[in-house]
C-alpha cells in the first residue's frame, strides 16, 4: 500500500474553507485521512508567523518552542500580537508535565502561576503527535512563553532536542 501527504477543505465554525494538510493512507485521496501538525492554506502554503490563517475575525499562527536535548526549559517564543490558543506536542516526548515561564514585555520572564498554583498541563494530556487546545483567556496577559518540561521544583530532562508548536490567534 502506497501513502502520501493531500491538502483536504474544512470549514471552520464561520464557513470559511481553509487547507489542512494531512496523511492520506490510501495513497490515491481516498484516505483515510490523518491531520499533520503542519497546516496549510488554501493553496497548500504552509501557515506560518508570516503566512497567518484567516478564522473568523482572528487569524491563526504558529511559533515553536524548542527544548533543548539534555535540557527541560525551552528558549522563549515571542508570540507578537498573538494568543496562545494551542500546543502541538512532537512525536516524541520524554514523559513530564509541562509548565511555564511568561513574559509581558518578550525579555523578563517569570514561572507562571493561577493564583498560588503553578500553571501546567499534566504529563498525561501531553501526548506525541497532539494537538491540545488551550482557553485564548488564559493567555491574554503573555507575550513571550517558554515551555518546561516538568515543574519549577522538578524539572524533567528532555533525551533529545524537543519542538513544540504553539497555535496562536489574534
Not at 477543505?9 to 490510501?26: A, H, I
Not at 515571542?78 to 512532537?90: C, E, K, N, W
Not at 509541562?98 to 500553571?119: K, P, V
Amino acid at each position: 500500500m502506497t501513502s502520501n501527504t493531500a491538502i483536504i477543505g474544512v470549514k471552520d465554525g464561520n464557513g470559511v474553507l481553509f487547507g489542512q494538510l494531512v496523511y492520506d493512507q490510501s495513497g490515491v485521496g481516498t484516505g483515510p485521512f490523518f491531520p499533520l501538525a503542519t497546516f496549510a492554506d488554501k493553496e497548500g502554503a504552509p501557515i506560518t508567523p508570516t503566512n497567518p490563517l484567516a478564522f473568523g475575525n482572528a487569524q491563526l499562527a504558529t511559533v515553536t518552542a524548542t527544548i533543548a536535548s539534555g535540557a527541560s526549559l525551552s528558549g522563549a517564543a515571542d508570540l507578537g500580537t498573538g494568543r496562545l490558543v494551542g500546543l502541538i506536542f512532537p512525536a516524541a516526548w520524554t514523559t513530564a508535565a509541562i509548565t511555564f515561564q511568561g513574559s509581558a514585555d518578550g525579555s523578563t520572564f517569570f514561572d507562571l502561576y493561577d493564583d498560588a498554583t503553578e500553571r501546567a498541563i499534566a504529563s498525561s494530556s501531553v501526548v506525541p503527535s497532539r494537538f491540545l487546545a488551550l482557553p485564548i483567556a488564559d493567555w491574554l496577559m503573555i507575550r513571550a512563553v517558554k515551555l518546561r518540561s516538568g515543574s519549577a521544583a522538578t524539572p524533567v530532562v528532555q533525551g533529545a532536542a524537543r519542538s513544540i508548536t504553539l497555535v496562536t490567534a489574534r
